[in-house]
């Protein structure tokens, strides 16, 4: 490895699911250490979101169990490590971003398609947007922008293979 190359200090993973969200950590060595977090697409607030598109308030309520939930996680996260994900809502949202599944997603890219999604919460029509107008999308995003924030991560990285 040439001298001016920097190897990353390992890699974290984020897989958003329907009930939670885990988030591991794999060292370049020793052992991966995994959080399970009681947040999914159909698991914010009482359950999943009860409006198609969701209403100003649920979305604000799930901000907030968001937060609640990757906060502690700050401290715990080691710096440094590049933040991957291979799921499907991911790389959906990557491909009406940049017209491809696989890649890069800047916490930049996603914060477009969250303000894009709270204008048709608050009355844009949903054809406008060209996004998906189901809930379960709304809350992969917000969960990705949550965690991508609060974590400190500045882009991911999107995986099309499911290993």
Do not use: Y
């Amino acid at each position: 490895m040439p001298a001016d190359t920097v190897k990353p200090a390992g890699r974290t993973r984020l897989a958003i699911g329907e009930r939670e969200t885990r988030i591991v950590t794999v060292p370049a060595q020793g052992a991966s250490t995994e959080w399970v977090l009681p947040i999914g697409t159909q698991a914010l607030g009482c359950g999943p979101f009860r409006h198609e598109p969701p209403s100003p308030l649920e979305i604000e309520h799930a901000i907030e169990q968001v937060e609640e939930a990757v906060m502690p996680l700050l401290r715990q996260l080691p710096r440094d490590t590049p933040l991957e994900t291979r799921d499907a809502a991911t790389r959906q949202l990557r491909r009406l971003v940049h017209g491809g599944g696989e890649g890069h997603l800047s916490i930049d890219d996603v914060e477009r398609v969250f303000n894009q999604l709270a204008a048709v919460s608050q009355g844009r029509p949903v054809a406008s947007s060209g996004l998906p107008p189901q809930a379960a999308f709304t809350a992969h995003v917000l969960i990705l922008r949550e965690a991508m924030h609060h974590l400190g991560f500045a882009s991911l990285t999107v995986f099309t293979d499911p290993a």
